[in-house]
């Protein structure tokens, strides 16, 4: 307590020199307008980052609960032209959407994981598509979780056809660049533009005809070649996707086991 009271008796001139700058920057301040108006404009800003920062988090959260209702409402829509298209019969694609909850892009065997599984009647072999056009192939099935093999893993092959002809082609992916795959058994023959257009073939119960896979990035034929190297840009976005939807073809199992007792 002594040596307390000789710390104070010992700054005492300096303690009321502080008390005094306090007692002076307070009176200026609520006494004239514009350092009290800079005081409550900096309140006021901090306030206001605040609120802001809030309403980015709650938007975030809000966002991502829309962008899965739009992905619930773009597969209902999928299976309403559908069933406009099949008229009178009864449709044989349905869509269900999905989330990615798992992915990879890096590597020569990449997967994703989706939160649908036999209990939301998923089966191997089932196609997998967005917005933008195919993903993959259902591989392995769960109770409540599938695995999906991308466009973009070294072991899925797509049977794929040029729009303009008709011409069919198998889609590959080479493991180097997510954004592009192979087209392979494109003979010499044919005439290939930058800018075609690739879709699926439609010849496999995976996917129906007609779903966009990408374009003809460029091509190259060699003499003596008999068949072209392409390069396609896929209209995948492996990088952002989020959302999917699996195609459910309710022949696919009887044609599967037809085409499995021909082998």
Known sequence: MQNLLKILLRYSNFLVFIALEVAAFLLISFNNVYPRSSMLSTANEVVAWQHATLSNISAYFSL????????????????????????????????????????TTNRLHNYLTINRGSKDGLRIGQGVR????????????????????????????????????????????????????QLADVAAHMVVNPGDTIITSGLSPVFPEGIPVGIVENSTLKEGDSYYTIRVRLHTNFKRLKYVEVVENIHQQELEELQNGMD
């Open 64 to 103: 991502r609960s829309q962008n899965e209702q739009l992905a619930a409402e773009n597969a209902e829509l999928r299976n309403r032209i559908c069933s406009m298209d099949s008229a009178e019969q009864e449709p044989v694609t349905h869509y269900q959407y999905a989330k990615v909850v798992q992915m």
């Open 130 to 181: 967005n917005e933008e056009g195919a993903v993959g192939i259902v591989r392995t099935v769960g109770t409540n979780y599938s695995v999906v093999l991308p466009l973009i893993n070294t072991h899925t092959n797509l049977s794929c056809r040029f729009a303009k002809n008709d011409y069919i082609a198998t889609l590959q992916w080479n493991g180097k660049d997510s954004r592009f795959a």
